[in-house]
T-cell receptor, first 109, second 113 residues
Framework: GQQVMQIPQYQHVQEGEDFTTYCNSS?????IQWYKQRPGGHPVFLIQ?????EVKKQKRLTFQFGEAKKNSSLHITATQTTDVGTYFC?????????FGAGTILRVKS | DSGVTQTPKHLITATGQRVTLRCSPR?????VYWYQQSLDQGLQFLIQ???????AKGNILERFSAQQFPDLHSELNLSSLELGDSALYFC????????????FGQGTRLTVV
């Protein structure tokens, strides 16, 4: 079935360092979404990418959708302690929204 | 507040028992998703309903079932519970069933003892 692979599983960075998480699908996606889950919280929608090669920015966060619409990345510049949490990508396959395993980000100040 | 309501927030039950988790979607949302999140794990897609009908199925065990009612609220039934069923169960809703942005509830933490 449809599966979204996400790496790395875990990343621990020093405050101020950059962070990137990657998602990959074996089949073409209708769109890809990114969510953030704070410790003890629920996933919260960040952004949706629909077009091939699309790049969107939200302050220090940059989201990219691959040309083949099979992969995506989230890059955070100069991480802050408020960035801690788990970042999930979610691939839309028609009716289904399939989440990657998530990347747990820890930031050391 | 996402507008999605899940009850109860916490549930402790014994092995072999049956429980029902309830979800009220955001006003106007027709699609409801159920996900299971085990400790420090990702979100496992269980099932999706759209306007009362099952739309997509994931890795949902035969012991689990769900339905969406005419008022669009949904229930997830878990039976013959095992220790491994202990997890956080999230409900999410979206306007459509075609991969639109999902809004998550606070989740129900199920502990099977």
């Amino acid at each position: 079935g449809q599966q979204v692979m996400q790496i790395p599983q875990y990343q621990h960075v020093q405050e101020g360092e950059d962070f990137t998480t990657y998602c990959n699908s074996s089949t073409t996606l209708s769109n890809i979404q990114w969510y953030k889950q704070r410790p003890g919280g629920h996933p919260v929608f960040l952004i949706q990418l629909v077009k091939s090669g699309e790049v969107k920015k939200q302050k220090r966060l940059t989201f990219q959708f691959g040309e083949a619409k099979k992969n995506s990345s989230l890059h955070i510049t100069a991480t802050q302690t408020t960035d801690v949490g788990t970042y999930f990508c979610a691939g839309a396959y028609g009716n289904k929204l399939v989440f990657g395993a998530g990347t747990i980000l820890r930031v050391k100040s | 507040d996402s507008g999605v309501t899940q009850t109860p927030k916490h549930l402790i039950t014994a092995t072999g028992q049956r429980v029902t988790l309830r979800c009220s979607p955001r006003s106007g949302d027709l699609s409801v998703y159920w996900y299971q999140q085990s400790l420090d794990q990702g979100l496992q897609f269980l099932i999706q309903y759209y306007n009362g009908e099952e739309r997509a199925k994931g890795n949902i065990l035969e012991r689990f079932s769900a339905q969406q009612f005419p008022d669009l609220h949904s229930e997830l039934n878990l039976s013959s519970l095992e220790l491994g069923d202990s997890a956080l169960y999230f409900c999410a809703s979206s306007v459509e069933g075609t991969g639109a942005q999902a809004f998550f509830g606070q989740g129900t933490r199920l502990t099977v003892v």
